[in-house]
């Protein structure tokens, strides 16, 4: 309702610059009735209107999203790890290859609100955001046979050690344009990849993105693993987010919480590639987790239940729960908590 | 068709064999066919692009508080039904329902209602989300509980109206025995006088009537409704003092009908004075609101004193006074109610219009007054009088708005 802004409170108490008797008096007046209106104010009561108020005082999305294949089903994306197609070169080293394409796509981000995406995609992944989850260990040969299959110009950017040549600044693929990136995978730990054509922004935000996670050679002890990629949505495309979550849809693990078991390692593996904020965070609710920065040490840095990442930081979590329950985790930045990056897990015996 | 001609057939007349009124269709068969054409066919394809989002606009007309809720009411000016799949309350996602459920259709309204602990006395902002994603807002700018129509409510926003309109016309006609003993001089100075009040009015009326405009659906056009009612206002009231003899217009019924018709016009301005006051109450706006009411009776004395001026020459009986002060004040209760209980943006403009199409014949005929007096009296319309009581009266209501505008 904004046809009386011109009647503002604030323009009201600019009056009080007048200093007229009239003024003054009419004032005195107003304050008095503000008082008498305050007093007389009703208490706000719980309503009994049908509505679910159950979960979280109300702060949902409303619905669900369609799940069902060939769609994204966040859930799956959790623990779905693409190994690659596996070989061996002459020299014994293991080599892991993989056909990935980046594609337009609209994709749902939260129910019933759709947004154009631009997406990397592999025939085991399909073609989401977040993108395929390569997963792979140190030492390895990596093979990624890229096509742009998009309708703009893409690469594919690594983090990690490897030859600037297969940095994926260069060269810019065009629509139907083929590259070859091939690297050894080093050092171990949870990196990410990225379409890095200018403007970048539009490229990041867009949906081209994905975990790409190095095992160290030993491997980490065994856990129920998952993969949390912190991303946003701008819907309107005015340079802010409408829409925050783990995993592309607003409140999903809200909706759907994720099953993990008491006296079970838990392993997050974390990721922010939030753009347009400059901070993200995970804060684990009823519980405390051991944290492994960037995850490229085997010796836990910090044991605290709140971490705060730049855009591209990356770490690993690891928690066991003690209780049965559902154990609340979000951003502690509560605007994107509440625009959706909340979720729980489900612990059970 | 010409009667006076001999009888004829069709067939010579149209030329084409056809009767008139086949002959009358076959545009609206030609239209149709082109319609069907674009509706069926594509021959905009050439123009199409894949992947446009469709155009989108919503409107949140209506905000009403409630214990524990929101209740929204969102307009679709858009070519397309649009479907609301998310709504915020400052920025967070919010639990709602909207009924009907489904699409709203072009033209359509929708109820959301958002179960939410508003706080007292702070603002709140609501946004909707589309299926594009693509967010529209609406603001609360201080929570309050939205009146709900009750006999309390309804004799309270009554009163309202009588206190900006009623009491202070009221009180101004009361001046009509001392500007019965001023000379000629003297009345064809408050005569001017009124001219200019009426001048602000109708500047302060048709500005009110964009501003309103300003805030409804593009669909509305509700500049050009602002216009057309100015327009079918003035026309009106020109149709029905018309009938008068030039005669006519100088006898004591003359004028006390030139009385009625200041009263009507200032009537109709007060009404959307009214609506603006009830308007404010209603959206929490009550502590402005007091000194609202203190500021518009104190700035429409001087329209008591309009009404009274073409009939100092006469002696009025005390029921036409009543009569000219409900004309002028109750239009303000009406405008209060409306504003309190369905405050609609379109409404107020076409009122407004109308308001500003009135003040403009009114100030054509109070003019035509003084202009005949000065003829009469062999001098210039614009004499130093006339000028002086004009300044004077846009002075007067110039600063008497400072007690209402912010």
Not at chain 1, 167 to 180: M, S, Y
Not at chain 2, 335 to 341: D, E
């Amino acid at each position: 309702m904004n046809e009386l802004t011109s009647i503002s409170r604030r323009n009201f108490l600019r009056l009080g610059a007048l200093g007229t008797l009239g003024a003054a008096g009419a004032a005195a007046l107003a304050q008095q009735n503000q008082a008498a209106a305050h007093e007389a104010a009703p208490p706000v009561r719980p309503n009994s209107d049908g509505i679910d108020h159950s979960t979280h005082g109300g702060n949902l999305t409303v619905g669900d999203v369609d799940t069902t294949p060939p769609n994204f089903d966040p859930t799956k994306y959790l623990t779905a790890f693409d190994y690659g197609k596996m070989s061996k070169l002459p020299n014994g080293q293991t080599l892991r290859e993989w056909d990935v394409f980046a594609a337009d796509k609209e994709i749902e981000v939260a129910p019933g609100v759709y947004f154009p995406a631009w997406v990397y995609g592999t025939e085991q992944h399909g073609a989401h955001v977040p993108g395929p989850t390569f997963r792979c260990t140190e030492g390895d040969r990596l093979r990624f046979n890229f096509l742009n299959a998009g309708s703009h110009p893409h690469t594919i950017h690594f983090h990690g050690i490897h030859p600037p040549a297969m940095d994926g600044i260069t060269p810019i693929l065009q629509t139907g344009e083929r590259f070859t990136y091939e690297f050894d995978a080093k050092p171990f730990g949870l990196h990410l990849y990225h379409c890095h054509t200018p403007p970048l922004k539009r490229h990041i935000h867009k949906g081209l993105y994905g975990a790409f996670l190095i095992d160290p050679p030993g491997g980490r002890a065994p856990a129920r693993e998952l993969v949390m990629m912190m991303n946003a949505f701008d819907t309107n495309f005015d340079g802010e987010n409408e829409i925050y979550a783990v995993n592309t849809v607003a409140f999903h693990y809200a909706r759907h919480p994720i099953p993990i078991k008491v006296g079970e390692l838990v392993r997050i593996y974390l990721v922010n590639i939030t753009e347009f904020d400059p901070v993200n965070s995970f804060h684990l609710h009823s519980g405390m987790y051991r944290l492994y920065r960037t995850g490229t040490r085997l010796d836990h840095y910090e044991f605290t239940d709140t971490v705060t990442m730049g855009q591209g930081e990356r770490h690993v979590l690891e928690f066991t729960p003690d209780y049965p329950g559902r154990y609340m985790f979000h951003a502690h930045q509560s605007e994107l908590a509440e625009l959706g990056w909340m979720g729980m897990f489900e612990a059970t015996e | 068709m010409d009667t006076t001609q001999p009888a004829s057939t069709p067939s010579a007349k149209t030329g084409a064999g056809l009767p008139a009124w086949l002959s009358a269709l076959v545009p609206f068969a030609l239209l149709s066919a082109l319609v069907a054409v674009f509706f069926f066919g594509s021959p905009l394809a050439v123009f199409r692009t894949e992947g446009l989002p469709p155009v989108e606009s919503l409107s949140l007309e209506r905000i009403e508080l409630r214990p524990g809720k929101f209740v929204a009411t969102v307009f679709n000016s858009s070519p397309d039904p649009i479907t609301i799949s998310q709504v915020t309350v400052d920025d967070a996602f919010w639990q709602f329902e909207i009924s009907p459920a489904g699409p709203i259709p072009r033209l359509g309204r929708s109820t959301i209602t958002i179960p939410y602990y508003w706080v007292q006395g702070e603002p709140h902002a609501i946004a909707v989300i589309t299926e594009s994603g693509t967010a529209f807002a609406g603001e609360v700018s201080i929570a309050v509980e939205t009146p709900q129509p009750g006999m309390t409510q309804f004799i309270a926003y009554g009163l309202l109206g009588i206190y900006i309109g009623v009491v202070p016309v009221g009180l101004g006609l009361l001046w009509f025995p001392a500007m019965r003993r001023m000379g000629r001089r003297g009345l064809n100075f408050v005569l001017a006088l009124t001219v200019g009040l009426l001048v602000f009015l109708l500047i302060d009326t048709a500005l009110e009537a964009i501003e309103a405009a300003g805030s409804v659906a593009g669909v509305f056009q509700s500049l050009p409704v602002a216009v057309f009612a100015a327009l079918l206002a003035w026309l009106a009231i020109l149709a029905v003092s018309g009938k008068q003899t030039e005669s006519g217009r100088d006898s004591s019924a003359g004028r006390l009908r030139i009385a009625a018709l200041i009263a009507l016009s200032i009537g109709l301005h007060n009404l959307g004075e009214g609506l603006a006051v009830g308007a404010a109450f209603a959206l929490g706006e009550a502590a402005l609101g007091s000194f609202l009411v203190i500021g518009f009776t104190l700035h429409n004395v001087t329209e008591g004193v309009g009404i009274a001026a073409p009939m100092t020459k006469d002696k009025p009986s005390l029921k036409a006074f009543v009569s000219l002060a409900a004309l002028a004040g109750l239009p303000a209760v009406v405008g209060a109610w409306i504003g309190g209980f369905a405050y609609s943006p379109l409404l107020a403009t076409i009122f407004l219009g109308v308001g500003a199409g009135a003040i403009w014949q009114v100030i054509v005929e109070v003019g035509r007054l003084l202009i005949r007096d000065a003829e009469k009296h062999g001098e210039s319309a614009a004499n130093w009088i006339n000028v002086a009581g004009l300044a004077l009266g846009i002075a007067i209501m110039y600063f008497t708005a400072y007690f209402v505008k912010f």
